[in-house]
């Protein structure tokens, strides 16, 4: 049996498009002579489609694209599609995820999703009936065990707790399956490849048969999808494995003697930097930011690394730098920046911002009178010059890339309508610590960040003499307790007895609790950790818990 | 059998506060000798916490107030409290949403809750293992059927599609339950009231049993709770209602001879009313603004409307309320702020911003050297009042309230990081035609809202002349458009099938789709509507569904 794994990026809700896409994966799949193509979760409407769930004519209009599908494709090949289908029983939730097998201009069979994500980032149980039953599907006279993503999550001792009281795949054994089939749409995460492989070599040897994983790639919104759709021999083996991090087209011949494709596996920092700038470029195409990006570049190790990311994922003509320098800026500061557009081959504008602070000034002279000056006028600063980028965006069409790393946002140490302004937050959920390591990771061939950038100590600049250590423990000390205390909720007790100093712990988990309305407002951040700011953690605001006494 | 029903307000979290209310509560029900006090649905640590949920250590805190509250309360009365569970079976989430019957310093019984909402602002299954099995309590030596919330939205003919395949009432019933007890946290929707009590009469009805219903009361982030929890007979007669928006101790002796209390019962635009006012001061009082507020006043309906609700909700003396004019302000709009500010007795400061406006021109001149003036220069000065309405936030500790209607943040009528600055977005799910209703409302016993506010036609003033009918539909129309597109998911073609001109129609769903990033960075808005934009509406951005053929 000659199998294609098409590992496409659909356009969340461009059914149109995602149709297309399809449609030319089967003819060059049957190009190719394989007897089945399979595409990933809900390959027609692009995963996750969140609310457009709801809408009745996103439904119907799926429909009437798999029913497309299955009259224009090609005869003399199968295919497995991920699509939307209805429950018409009179209770339950009125959807399923679905995969639909079509052949010679019909529909053979429809097989739901079982076991459905409700936690992190996913919502499926707000939509989707899970499936009442699993079935085997026939193709080619083989019986294929076909399941969703989420129905091979059932390992105890690989996935810890399970969420779940029945097992999918044990079923689609007992009912005599011959392949496993599971396709998929599974969020990238940091070193969650490694698991994910255990798990499906697990399965494959339990059961003593091949397993074939197709995951969906690309950016949508904050998820990232890395793709690697693989096959896994009944012995457990890694057999044959998609690209990383793109599109692909993998042909795999079961029992055949012609040995398949495995590309390279990467992980750890590789991995986080070419998720972000899949994310970043897919994120700028699928809402069609034509003109590009502009980044207010400040010096910093921060702004520097989103830039080099932006002209990795769009070009150098697509990324526009501006400086907004005051008086409180070091001369290198500018230097620094200016060095970096260069290395780039980016625009660079400079706009001091001094004289608009002055006409702040004077107009809240009398408002303000006698009081001391405080926060108040270094946020002012960083809101100038979040005005100045938004107009840039206004005036040029250009997307604003929003800078901060994720431990600043975890501390608030950033400004709300500053510095946070902006359509995409390329590095908020990577911590400060791992900002540096990506930087370096990009200056290991040529130097494209300035040295100078990686020497100084970090800072806002936005009164004399700042360094973000005035206000925020080490970052060495700070990440590793935010690691704790967010991905892993330990309280302030488990922290300190890991060998943390009390006072500083007790002062994070406070700052990181009060800050949380700053979160709220701040844009779409790519997720690259096991918990990041954004949907997958939903924290109230005018709340009063207390972690421990103080 | 004498009832208390406690309808208390949380602060969500703050288990320590929750508890010494709850204990303070049972003894106000123990001094009026009632039997049984009743707590609405997760009393203990608030509704809906939220994340918090998976955090270990907010789950043993809430445990061991359980325990206190058993240990400390007085002996002779039973308490029914809402609380969180944990499950210990091996598979499934790891907590229940749950009730406890405690008495005499004992837990006595715990009841799961069986249905658990994952709809619109609901996440329920993402923390909550559904209850396994329907149990009665026994109180007094009656068999009470204890519901929690959901438990009971099963009647189809009253709520529409069934999300559920079992209902809990009926088992209840089936199991020989002489009184229902329902404990819920049931949000605030306009006149949603009215299915309520149209679903708690029915079961009371069909099983001839009395019914007993507890709800929360408060403003929690973006919910509010209305409270009026009742009691129906067994002829589905309303026999008690405790108040609606405020906290309340409702005593009622069923079988007795005394009449209990029944409150009035208001609907619709007074219901809006209650529930803004309800939602701001407890946003305010909840997240410790101990300074109040601060409010751009624009002379416009939007910002009058605000003002004076927050007024009722904080008093004067906490409302702080400041002009930004520029040359583009109609001198009227000026008088008209400063005399609704006089009407209101606040707080009223004058800032031009004709100059800060100058500062960013001169700068940016070079840069945006031969392009002509356009919306860029428009979001300017409203970013610039959004910084200075910052700044008075910053340099006071004010809150700043955001004033936008619904209508707007539908069709992004409104600047990011401009007008849309703030801590809680008052009126955001309001459309802007029941916004006149409200402000005619506040005026109806003097005037408040200077009569020219309701005169002149809706303008940002961002340039000579501008009305908001230069970029939008009148508000008649385009009001219903939105309800129909948003809040009951229409299509293009149903709506326009009601008569609404088909142009209009597509202009308006464009417009609201391609805006979706905007409200992404919108702040806290109070929901009163049957879908607001917030957390109960998740729309992606980078997608690309059609509605319709263009």
Same mark, same amino acid.
């Given at each position: 049996m000659k199998l294609a794994l098409a590992q496409i990026n659909p356009i969340v809700g461009n059914i149109e498009g995602n149709t297309q896409k399809i449609l030319s994966n089967i003819t060059q799949a049957k190009n190719q002579r394989a007897n089945l193509v399979i595409f990933p979760e809900l390959a027609i409407?692009?995963? #996750? #489609?969140?609310?457009?769930?709801? =809408?009745?004519?996103? +439904?119907?209009?799926?429909?009437?694209?798999? *029913?497309?599908i299955a009259r224009t494709?090609?005869?003399?090949?199968?295919?497995?599609? %991920?699509? +939307?289908?209805?429950? &018409?029983?009179?209770?339950?939730?009125?959807?399923?995820?679905?995969?639909?097998?079509?052949?010679?201009?019909? +529909? !053979?069979?429809?097989?739901? @999703?079982?076991?459905? #994500?409700?936690?992190?980032?996913? *919502?499926?149980q707000?939509?989707?009936?899970?499936?009442?039953?699993? &079935?085997?599907?026939?193709?080619? %006279?083989?019986?294929?065990g076909i399941s969703i993503c989420e129905d091979l999550w059932t390992l105890q001792d690989v996935v810890g707790r399970v969420l779940y009281h029945h097992d999918p795949i044990s079923t689609l054994a007992a009912e005599g399956a011959q392949i496993f089939i599971n396709v998929a749409a599974s969020p990238f995460v940091v070193d969650k490849h490694k698991i994910r492989r255990k798990l499906l070599s697990?399965?494959? =040897?339990?059961?003593?048969? #091949?397993?074939?994983?197709?995951?969906?790639?690309?950016?949508n919104d904050e998820l990232i999808f890395d793709g690697r759709s693989c096959v896994y021999s009944p012995s457990g083996e890694l057999i044959a494995q998609a690209k990383g991090f793109a599109e692909d087209l993998l042909i795999v011949e079961l029992?055949?003697?012609?040995?398949? $494709?495995?590309?390279?596996? &990467?992980?750890?920092?590789?991995? !986080?930097?070419?998720?972000?700038?899949?994310?970043? $470029?897919d994120y700028v195409r699928k809402c069609r930011f034509d003109k590009g990006v502009v980044i207010g570049l400040s010096g910093g190790i921060d702004s520097s690394l989103v830039a080099a990311l932006a002209v990795e994922a769009l070009g150098a003509e697509y990324v526009h730098g501006i400086a907004m320098p005051s008086e409180y800026n070091s001369p290198s500061s500018l230097a620094d920046a200016k060095q970096l557009a260069e290395n780039l081959g980016i625009d660079f504008n400079v706009v001091t911002i001094d004289c608009i602070?002055?006409?702040?000034?004077?107009?809240? @002279?009398?408002i303000f009178a006698g009081r001391e000056p405080d926060v108040t006028e270094e946020n002012i600063q960083a809101r100038i010059r979040g005005t100045i980028l938004m107009a840039m965006s206004n005036k040029f069409g250009y997307l604003v890339l929003s800078t901060g790393n994720k431990s600043e946002l975890a501390m608030g140490y950033c400004t709300l309508y500053g510095?946070? !302004?902006?359509?995409?937050?390329?590095i908020n959920d990577v911590p400060k610590t791992l900002v540096d390591e990506i930087a370096k990771l990009i200056n290991s061939e040529r130097e494209i960040i300035p040295e100078n950038v990686f020497i100084k100590p970090p800072s806002a600049e936005l009164r004399p003499n700042q360094t973000d250590q005035d206000s925020l423990p080490p970052y060495e000390i700070l990440d590793p307790i935010l690691k704790m205390y967010i991905e892993e909720e330990k309280s302030a007790e488990e922290i300190i007895e890991v060998g943390f100093d009390a006072d500083i712990v007790k002062k994070v988990i406070? &700052?990181?609790?009060?800050?949380?309305? @700053?979160? =709220?407002?701040?844009?779409? %951040?790519?997720k690259v950790t096991s918990r990041a700011f954004g949907s997958g953690r939903r924290m109230p605001i005018a709340q009063g818990f207390k972690q421990f006494k103080r």
């Open positions: 409407v692009g995963y #996750p #489609p969140r609310d457009l769930l709801l =809408k009745p004519s996103f +439904i119907e209009q799926n429909l009437d694209a798999l *029913d497309t494709m090609p005869d003399g090949i199968t295919a497995i599609i %991920g699509c +939307i289908q209805k429950n &018409t029983l009179q209770t339950g939730k009125n959807l399923y995820n679905s995969v639909a097998v079509i052949a010679n201009g019909r +529909i !053979v069979s429809i097989h739901h @999703k079982s076991l459905l #994500p409700n936690y992190d980032v996913f *919502d499926e707000r939509y989707f009936e899970p499936g009442p039953i699993v &079935t085997l599907a026939r193709i080619d %006279g083989k019986k294929i697990e399965h494959a =040897k339990r059961y003593q048969l #091949p397993l074939v994983y197709v995951n969906q790639v690309g950016g029992n055949g003697n012609t040995p398949s $494709r495995i590309e390279p596996t &990467t992980e750890g920092v590789q991995d !986080v930097k070419n998720a972000l700038v899949l994310g970043l $470029r602070r002055a006409a702040f000034d004077s107009q809240l @002279k009398d510095d946070m !302004v902006g359509g995409l937050s390329v406070v &700052t990181v609790d009060k800050n949380e309305y @700053k979160r =709220k407002q701040a844009s779409i %951040g790519l």
